[in-house]
């Protein structure tokens, strides 16, 4: 019986040489993650500057998006759906960063004023940062499903769940 895919690792074991060694699938599915980050990472340092020393605003912008991008990777860890605190904070956090990510942005492309918020600042300001946020979703989603897959090596399938699994398990009747 096997409990991760493939897919569930940036690299492979079961290759001869560092380049085959590089799951490509895993790493392409993260990059636009980290590609949406720093158009946003941009702007919110870049905001910053405005206010703090340019090697302070530098933290500002990548400390920021490094913080949802982390998110992200936390999720990708956290199988048990069950753990209700875990979850809320998960959210939390991550409707923070994206709420942030706007008013800052949109704050920046207006000039640093409120009164100056106009329609284009926000076309500017909201976009990566929801279209990173529903990435990151569709990427948890499919992450968690991947691992709650099980693999029966006796007959060659994959189950859905470790109940699935479990109930087959039982009248599997390949050695």
């Known amino acids: 019986m096997t409990t991760a895919l493939p897919i569930a690792r940036p690299l492979r074991d079961d290759a001869p040489t560092w380049w085959q060694r590089i799951n490509w699938q895993w790493w392409l599915q993260r990059a636009p993650m980290v590609i949406l980050a720093v158009p ?36 990708d860890q956290q199988h048990n759906s069950r753990d209700r605190v875990s979850v809320g904070l998960w959210w939390a ?22 009164a100056d918020i106009t329609p284009e600042a926000v076309t500017h300001g909201a976009p990566l940062a929801l279209l990173a946020f529903m990435y990151g979703l569709v990427l948890h989603r499919s992450a968690v499903a991947a691992a709650a897959r099980v693999y029966c090596d006796r007959c060659d399938r994959w189950f859905d769940s470790r ?7 039982r009248t599997c009747g390949k050695p």
Do not use: D, Q, R
């Open 40 to 75: 946003a990472a941009w702007g919110v340092g870049s905001f910053a500057a405005e206010k703090l020393p340019w090697f302070i605003a530098i933290f500002a912008g990548l400390g920021f998006e490094c913080a949802y991008i982390g998110a992200v990777a936390l999720a």
């Open 93 to 114: 956090l991550n409707i923070m960063a994206v709420c942030s990510s706007i008013v800052t942005n949109t704050l920046f492309f207006a000039g640093g004023k409120y």
């Open 163 to 169: 109940e699935a699994f479990n109930g087959h398990k």
